[in-house]
């Protein structure tokens, strides 16, 4: 049985290899880009459980597919690098990435580091499968009644407001784009622009801090999206 689907974008043709073998061991499905142009298309269209993108790439860097996925996608993204002094200003950048490895590395570590975000991953959609309370600092989502507290108050929510928030609660830390939350938000193919989903946060941000002046947990990234943290 496979343990999931890892895209490997990469242009040294060795070291994708390496990867190759070692994930291939630990019984994941494995497919290889050597040039980046062609990563966010052939990632859309196949959905893989996670990706390893190099960052520097012939075609179009790793950052800016980064950036282009998480526009779509909240698909695990791991970062290979070259020097430390570029994952430092690669986390400056918050480019959506949810891990960073530096060469020259062990591709067991590698192997490792893919296991515990998948675990990560698996554990929260579990977690939000059985609980029937979301819980994070202040702020309490009973998802059974579909009802909000903040700091000990109750927030009247509609419904986008309250699934925008239950969203991103769910994923602390996580940037989510406009896009993937209006296609998590709506799920009938309407047309919904970037300026309504702005607007529904506005709204959220004002609701919560009239409960919790104390408390702003949903922050903008600029260019991308929203987290909660």
Avoid at 61 to 75: A, F, P, T, W, Y
Avoid at 141 to 153: M, P, S, T, V, W
């Amino acid at each position: 049985m496979s343990a999931g689907l890892i895209y490997i974008v990469e242009d040294e043709v060795k070291i994708a290899q390496i990867l190759v073998d070692y994930l291939v061991k630990d019984n994941y499905d494995v497919k290889v880009l050597y040039r980046g142009d062609e990563a966010v298309e052939r990632i859309m269209e196949s959905k893989p459980d996670l990706v390893i993108l190099d960052v520097m790439l012939p075609g179009k860097s790793g950052i800016n597919i980064c950036k282009e996925l998480r526009e779509h996608s909240n698909v695990p993204i791991m970062m290979l690098t070259a020097r430390i002094d570029e994952m430092d200003r690669l986390v400056g950048l918050k480019v959506g990435a949810d891990d960073y490895v530096c060469k020259p590395f062990l591709p067991r570590e590698v192997v490792a580091r893919v296991n515990a975000i998948l675990r990560r991953v698996n554990r929260i959609d579990d977690e939000e499968e059985k609980s029937t309370e979301l819980v994070y600092r202040s702020i309490t989502l009973d998802l059974e009644c579909f009802k909000c507290h903040a700091n000990g108050q109750y927030v009247e929510l509609t419904p986008v407001e309250y699934r925008l928030l239950q969203i991103m609660v769910s994923r602390p830390k996580r940037v989510f784009s406009r896009e993937s939350l209006m296609q998590k938000c709506y799920k009938d193919d309407r047309i919904v622009s970037d300026r309504t989903i702005d607007s529904h946060v506005k709204n959220l941000r004002k609701k919560l801090a009239a409960a919790d002046p104390s408390e702003e947990i949903i922050h903008s990234i600029y260019g991308v999206g929203y987290k909660v943290e």
